[in-house]
């Protein structure tokens, strides 16, 4: 059951960093608040997004320690370490479609962000832990006494102006990003925890015959 779980994991990882990579290619017409970061820290100082997205989400991680260590495992380092260079590839391979400063582009995002939503609720329905974000959300939640979406909003309004002073690519999808996003997400998680849960019944009589 483990093998399946992290298949379902890195295939998660997978989709979330190719929708990522889709999104940078129309960067110019906004990006989710934690891309704009990483795409200004990358414009600045080298190096590549998929890196600054390492950096940062083991920046969390390390606050995450200090604040709540009980949503750090396996999967929250695992996640940290591997979008950024799976994004990476999927830009160095030139294969995504290109900006096209037409109505298209915003076609080009809105693949980008279901394909997105679609991996992050794969890999968190695999069961073997929340992202660094994520984790740090509920950690600053659990402290501060906010909702779980407060938090969100506070921490990314936050990611998103230190994004904007250094110059990060906010247009009108930064604004609507979530709203698209986190359905998608929703549907996928939900069907993703019932592929999971339907292998683990077909698993479990077997195991108690083996018992028997």
Known sequence: MKFIQYVLFFLGLIFF?????????????GLHPWEVLNVALYQHFGLTIGTW??????????????????Y?????????LCIGPIMDFFLWLDILPKATNTWVDYFILLSGIVITGIGGGMYVAAGIGAGPRDGFMLSISDKSKLSVSQARIIVESLVLVFGF????????????YTFI???????SLKFFKGFVASIQKKRNPTQKGIAI
């Open 165 to 176: 002073l250094l110059g990060g690519p906010i247009f009108i999808a930064t604004f609507i």
């Open 181 to 187: 996003q986190s359905p998608v997400f929703q549907r």
């Open 72 to 80: 750090i495992s396996i999967g929250t380092i695992l996640n940290a």
């Open 17 to 29: 960093g190719l929708g990522n990579a889709i999104a940078v290619k129309v960067k110019y017409v």
């Open 53 to 70: 997205g390492v950096i940062c989400g083991l920046f969390l991680i390390i606050v995450s320690l200090f604040v709540d260590r009980r």
